[in-house]
C-alpha cells in the first residue's frame, strides 16, 4: 500500500491529537457527572461553578464532546488515513482537509460553552443551537465531499468492503444531522420527539457504528495477519443495516404517547438488527482462525476483538430492551445508561484505540512508546467498564421493578434514589479507572511522538501496510 | 478499471443507500408526523399552549435552561411502573409543546401532572435545597436561581395538571 504524504500526515495528526484531548475532556465532565450522582454539592463552590456546571447544563456536553469532539473527529481522522490506504490514491484537498479539522475543534469549544450557558434545543445529543448546526453541517458535508472524491479518483480497482461502510456513513450523516438539528426546529410535540429520536438513534446506527465496522474490518485482517474471512458475508451485513437500521427511532417512544402501529414498524427492524450484527462476528471470529494466539502478543488486536465482542452484546441487549414488556421495566433507569456507553466506549472507543496504536507509528515514524502501558490502557478500561456497567444494569433493573411496586414520586421514589447510592459510588469508581486508562493512553501517545523509538526503513515499508 | 465502471459501480451504491435511508425516513418521521393524532389538540395541549410571556411559559424556558428534561421525563405509559403517575399519555396532549419535554431518563421522577402533587410554597422549599424536604435526594439546589426565575418555574410546575375531560383516563 502506499506510504502516507506529508499532507495526509498533517492532516491526521490534527484529527487524532485533537480527538486525544477531547476524550479527556469530555470523560472529565462525565467523571463529575458521576460524583454529582453521589455528593450532589459537588462543585457548588460559589455561584459562578454551581450555575455554570450544574448537572442539567453540563451532561448534554459531556454527551456531546464525547460525540462529536472524540468518536466524530477519532473518525474523521481514520477516514483521512485508511482511505488513502485503500484506494491507493492521496487525499484529495489536503488543506481543505486541515482547515475542516480547525474550524471542528472550533465548534466543539462553541458548543461547550454554550451548553453550559444554558442554550439548548434539548433533543439528545442535537442539544447545540441552530446556528452551530449549520456550522457542523458544512464541515461535515466537506469532509464527506473529500471522502468520495478520492474514492472516485482511486488507482485501486477492487472496492474494499471497509469502503462500502464508509461511503454509506458519509451519504447518511449529513442527512442525519439535518432532521435532527434542523427538521426538529420546525414541528412540535410527538412528531418532533420522533425525528429527534430517528437522528438520535441512527447517529448511533449510521454514522459510529457503520464507520466503526469498516474500522475493524480494516484493521482486523493487518492485525491478526490473516485475509478477511467472508467478503459475501460483509457485503449482506452491510446492506441489511442499511435497510433495517433506519427504522429504530421509535422503539425510544415504546408503551409511550405513539400509535401502535408505529411501535411495531419501530421494534420489528429493531429485532432484525441482530442479521447484520451477527455477519461482522461471524466475520471476526472467522478471520481469527488460526490466530487466537496473536492475541497475548498485540494489544491493538485485543482492542479490536474485545469492541467487537462488546458491539456483539450491545446488539444483543438493545434488541431485547426495545420488547414492550423489557421496555416496561428497563425504560428510563440505569440500564439504559450502561447500554449507551456500551456501544460508545466498549465498542467503539476501543475499535478506534487499535487504529490509533496501530496508525501512530506510520505517522511519526515512531514506535509506540511503551508496551506496558499499553496494556495498562486496556485492563484499565476494560475492569471500569465492566464495573460500570454491571452496577448500571443492575441498579436499572432495581429501579424498574421498584418502580412497579408504586415507588414513582415522593419519599417512595426518594427511597429508591438512596437505595441506589452504593451503585451510585461503584459507578463513579468505575469510570475513575476508565478515566485514568484514558491518562494512561494521552501520555503514552505523548511520549511516543517524542520518545518513540524511530522506525527502521524496513519497519517504515511495512508500517503502513 | 476504467473511470467510467468506476462511476457505474458509486451510483447504484449511492442510490441505493439514500432510498432506503428515505423508506426508513418516511416510514418512522413522515407519516407519522401526518397521523391524525399527532395533528390534533386536546384540552391538555391547550392548557399547555402557554402565551408568550405568560410566567408559566417563561418558567418553561427556565426548566429547559437548567436542564431540568436532562433527569425528569414528562410522559406516562399504560404499565404498572407508571400506574400512580396519573393520567396516561396520549399524542394530542403534547400538540403545542416545543419543544417536547418528553425525556429519557428518570434520575428523577416523572413530571407530567407534578402540578398535582405539591403546592408552591413545597417547591419554594425544594427548589432551593431539596434536602430539605428529601434527606438523601441527588438533586441539584436551585438556590442560584433569580427570585422571578423561581417564581415562574413553579408556576410551569403547577400548571402540569390534567384537565378534569382527561382525569379517569
Redesign the interface.
Given at each position: 500500500m502506499t506510504a502516507i504524504t506529508h499532507n495526509e500526515n498533517r492532516v491526521v495528526r490534527l484529527f487524532f491529537y485533537s480527538s486525544i484531548t477531547w476524550l479527556l475532556i469530555g470523560m472529565t465532565i462525565g467523571l463529575i457527572l458521576a460524583i454529582?450522582?453521589?455528593w450532589?454539592?459537588f462543585l457548588?463552590w460559589g455561584?459562578f461553578l454551581?450555575?455554570y456546571l450544574?448537572?442539567?447544563?453540563i451532561?448534554?456536553a459531556h454527551t456531546h464532546i464525547l460525540l462529536f469532539g472524540w468518536l466524530s473527529m477519532a473518525y474523521a481522522g481514520g477516514l483521512f488515513y485508511i482511505i488513502p490506504q485503500l484506494t491507493r490514491k492521496s487525499l484529495e484537498h489536503p488543506r481543505l482537509a486541515h482547515a475542516i479539522g480547525i474550524l471542528w475543534n472550533i465548534y466543539i469549544v462553541a458548543a461547550l460553552v454554550t451548553l453550559c450557558m444554558?442554550?439548548?434545543?434539548?433533543?439528545?445529543y442535537a442539544e447545540p443551537t441552530w446556528p452551530l448546526d449549520v456550522y457542523f453541517i458544512v464541515l461535515v458535508a466537506g469532509a464527506a465531499y473529500i471522502c468520495f472524491k478520492t474514492?472516485?479518483k482511486?488507482n485501486e480497482?477492487q472496492?474494499y468492503v471497509s469502503l462500502?461502510y464508509f461511503?454509506?456513513s458519509l451519504?447518511?450523516l449529513p442527512?442525519l444531522y439535518i432532521?435532527g438539528n434542523i427538521?426538529?426546529y420546525f414541528?412540535?410535540?410527538?412528531?418532533?420527539?420522533?425525528?429527534?429520536w430517528?437522528y438520535g438513534h441512527n447517529v448511533i446506527g449510521?454514522w459510529f457504528t457503520t464507520v466503526g465496522v469498516g474500522f475493524i474490518y480494516y484493521l482486523l485482517p493487518l492485525l491478526s495477519k490473516n485475509p478477511l474471512y467472508s467478503h459475501k458475508l460483509s457485503l449482506i451485513g452491510f446492506?441489511t443495516i442499511?435497510?433495517f437500521?433506519?427504522?429504530?427511532?421509535?422503539h425510544?417512544?415504546q408503551?409511550?404517547?405513539?400509535?401502535a402501529w408505529?411501535m411495531k414498524?419501530?421494534v420489528i427492524p429493531s429485532v432484525l438488527l441482530i442479521i447484520p450484527v451477527w455477519t461482522v462476528l461471524a466475520n471476526v471470529f472467522g478471520t481469527m482462525k488460526g490466530k487466537w494466539h496473536r492475541i497475548s502478543e498485540s494489544v491493538p488486536l485485543k482492542f479490536v476483538v474485545t469492541g467487537a465482542i462488546f458491539y456483539l452484546i450491545t446488539c444483543l441487549q438493545g434488541p431485547f430492551q426495545s420488547l414492550m414488556q423489557p421496555s416496561?421495566?428497563l425504560?428510563?433507569?440505569n440500564w439504559?445508561?450502561g447500554h449507551a456507553h456500551m456501544a460508545l466506549f466498549g465498542a467503539f472507543s476501543f475499535v478506534l484505540f487499535a487504529l490509533f496504536y496501530h496508525t501512530l507509528p506510520s505517522l511519526t515514524g515512531r514506535k509506540i512508546y511503551s508496551e506496558a502501558l499499553m496494556n495498562w490502557h486496556f485492563w484499565l478500561s476494560i475492569i471500569g467498564f465492566l464495573i460500570f456497567a454491571f452496577t448500571t444494569w443492575t441498579a436499572g433493573v432495581m429501579?424498574?421493578f421498584a418502580?412497579?411496586e408504586?415507588k414513582?414520586?415522593?419519599?417512595p421514589?426518594?427511597e429508591v434514589?438512596?437505595s441506589l447510592?452504593p451503585f451510585?459510588i461503584a459507578r463513579a469508581i468505575g469510570g475513575v479507572l476508565m478515566f485514568i486508562g484514558q491518562i494512561v493512553f494521552a501520555y503514552n501517545v505523548r511520549r511516543s511522538i517524542k520518545d518513540g523509538q524511530l522506525l527502521s526503513v524496513e519497519e517504515k515499508s511495512t508500517s503502513t501496510a | 478499471?476504467s473511470g467510467q465502471s468506476?462511476?457505474r459501480?458509486?451510483k447504484p451504491?449511492?442510490i441505493?443507500?439514500?432510498l432506503?435511508?428515505f423508506?426508513?425516513?418516511t416510514?418512522?418521521?413522515v407519516l407519522?408526523?401526518y397521523?391524525e393524532?399527532?395533528q390534533r389538540e386536546n384540552a391538555n395541549?391547550k392548557i399547555k399552549n402557554y402565551a408568550i410571556d405568560s410566567p408559566e411559559y417563561r418558567g418553561r424556558q427556565v426548566y429547559?435552561?437548567?436542564?431540568?428534561?436532562?433527569?425528569h421525563?414528562q410522559?406516562v405509559?399504560?404499565?404498572?411502573?407508571?400506574?400512580?403517575?396519573g393520567p396516561v399519555?396520549?399524542?394530542e396532549?403534547?400538540?403545542?409543546?416545543?419543544?417536547?419535554?418528553?425525556?429519557?431518563?428518570?434520575t428523577?421522577?416523572?413530571l407530567t401532572w407534578?402540578g398535582t402533587?405539591w403546592n408552591e410554597q413545597w417547591h419554594r422549599v425544594h427548589l432551593n435545597n431539596?434536602?430539605q424536604v428529601?434527606p438523601?435526594?441527588?438533586?441539584?439546589?436551585y438556590d442560584?436561581l433569580s427570585d422571578q426565575d423561581t417564581e415562574d418555574l413553579i408556576a410551569y410546575l403547577m400548571s402540569l395538571k390534567p384537565a378534569p375531560s382527561t382525569e379517569g383516563r
Open positions: 454529582k450522582y453521589v450532589p454539592d457548588v455561584e454551581q450555575k450544574s448537572y442539567g447544563r451532561r448534554p444554558g442554550y439548548t434545543t434539548t433533543i439528545e474514492i472516485a482511486r480497482s472496492l462500502w461511503m454509506g451519504i447518511w442527512f432532521i427538521v426538529t414541528i412540535t410535540g410527538v412528531p418532533q420527539a420522533l425525528a429527534g430517528f449510521l446492506w442499511a435497510t437500521y433506519v427504522w429504530n427511532g421509535p425510544h417512544l408503551n409511550g404517547p405513539i400509535p408505529l414498524a419501530g416496561a421495566i425504560k428510563f433507569t439504559i445508561i429501579q424498574g418502580w412497579t408504586g414513582q414520586y415522593g419519599v421514589f426518594l434514589v438512596v447510592q451510585a | 478499471m468506476k462511476e459501480f458509486m451504491f449511492i441505493g443507500a439514500s432506503l435511508f423508506i426508513g425516513v416510514a418512522t418521521v407519522p408526523f397521523d393524532v399527532m395541549a429547559i435552561r437548567e436542564g431540568c428534561h436532562v433527569c421525563t410522559f405509559r399504560p404499565v404498572k411502573a407508571d400506574s400512580s403517575l399519555s396520549v399524542p396532549d403534547y400538540r403545542h409543546d416545543y419543544p417536547h419535554m418528553l425525556g429519557t431518563v428518570r428523577g421522577s416523572d407534578v402533587r431539596p434536602r428529601f438523601g435526594s441527588t438533586m441539584p439546589r442560584y
